[in-house]
C-alpha cells in the first residue's frame, strides 16, 4: 500500500545502546522529515532531508544521525541512546518543501 | 525558544457548538501556516492551510482565519462532532524546508 510506514512501532532499550528507527515512504516524495514529540514541547525538528544523499539538521539533532542512500528511505540513528531521548518519534514526508508533510503512525522509544 | 505557542493545553466543547482553536507566533517571516489533527497512537494528518495573502480559508466544517498583525491564527470548526475529539496541531513555515509547531491542543467534543 502506498503510504508512509515507521518501524518499529515501540522500542525500549538501554542507555548507551545504539538504535535505528526506520522509516519507508512509496510516493517518491522527494523531502522526508524526522520529528520527536514531547510534552510541552509539541513535535520538533530533528533532521531532514531534500533528497537523496542530501540532509540537514533541524532544531534539535545532537546526538542522532541520518542517512539518504535511497529516496524512499530515511534512517535515524541513535548512536550512544540517552533517557533524554526518551520520546515517540515521527517521520514524515511531502513532495516539494512548503507543502503539508505526510506522517507515520510514530516509534515510541523508550530508553532505560 | 517555542516560535509558535499554542497556550490552551485543552478544550472542552458541546456537540454541535463552535470550537475555536488558537495559534501565535512570534516570527513575522512566517508566510504559510497548517493545522494537523492527531488521534492517539497515530502521526498528525493536515487539515488545512493558509497562505499569509489570504486572511481566511474555508474547507467544509473547518475555517482558518490569520491575522497577520497581531501574529494569530485561529482554527474554528462548526458545527462541533464527537470525530473531532482529537489533539490539534498549528505549524508555521518561512517559505524554508522547516515547519515549526505549536505544542497542542486536546480537543473533546461532549455528545
Known amino acids: 500500500d502506498a503510504g508512509i510506514t515507521q518501524s518499529p512501532r515501540y522500542k525500549i532499550t538501554e542507555t548507551g545502546r545504539q538504535v535505528t528507527l526506520m522509516c519507508h515512504q512509496t510516493?517518491?516524495?522527494?523531502?522526508m522529515f524526522w520529528y520527536r514529540q514531547d510534552l510541552g514541547h509539541g513535535l520538533r525538528l530533528i533532521y531532514y532531508?531534500?533528497?537523496?544523499?542530501?540532509?540537514d539538521k533541524g532544531e534539535v539533532p545532537d546526538g542522532y544521525v541520518v542517512s539518504r542512500s535511497k529516496t524512499e528511505n530515511f534512517p535515524l540513528t541513535l548512536e550512544s541512546a540517552t533517557r533524554s531521548q526518551t520520546s515517540v518519534y515521527f517521520c514524515?514526508?511531502?513532495?516539494?518543501?512548503?507543502?503539508?508533510?505526510?506522517f507515520g503512525d510514530g516509534t515510541r522509544l523508550s530508553i532505560l | 525558544d517555542q516560535q509558535v505557542k499554542q497556550n490552551s493545553p485543552s478544550l472542552s466543547v458541546q456537540e454541535g457548538r463552535i470550537s475555536i482553536l488558537n495559534c501565535d507566533y512570534t516570527?513575522?517571516?512566517?508566510?504559510?501556516f497548517l493545522w494537523y489533527k492527531k488521534y492517539p497512537a497515530e502521526g498528525p494528518t493536515f487539515l488545512i492551510s493558509?497562505?499569509?495573502?489570504?486572511d481566511k480559508n474555508e474547507d467544509g466544517r473547518f475555517t482558518v482565519f490569520l491575522n497577520k498583525s497581531a501574529k494569530h491564527l485561529s482554527l474554528h470548526i462548526v458545527p462541533s462532532q464527537p470525530g473531532d475529539s482529537a489533539v490539534y496541531f498549528c505549524?508555521?513555515?518561512?517559505?524554508?524546508?522547516?515547519?515549526?509547531f505549536g505544542t497542542g491542543t486536546s480537543l473533546t467534543v461532549i455528545p
Open positions: 514524515a514526508s511531502s513532495g516539494q518543501s512548503n507543502q503539508p508533510q505526510h
Open positions: 510516493w517518491s516524495h522527494s523531502y
Open positions: 532531508s531534500a533528497a537523496a544523499d542530501i540532509t
Open positions: 516570527n513575522s517571516m512566517f508566510d504559510y
Open positions: 493558509i497562505s499569509s495573502i489570504k
Open positions: 505549524a508555521a513555515s518561512d517559505a524554508g524546508n522547516q515547519f515549526y
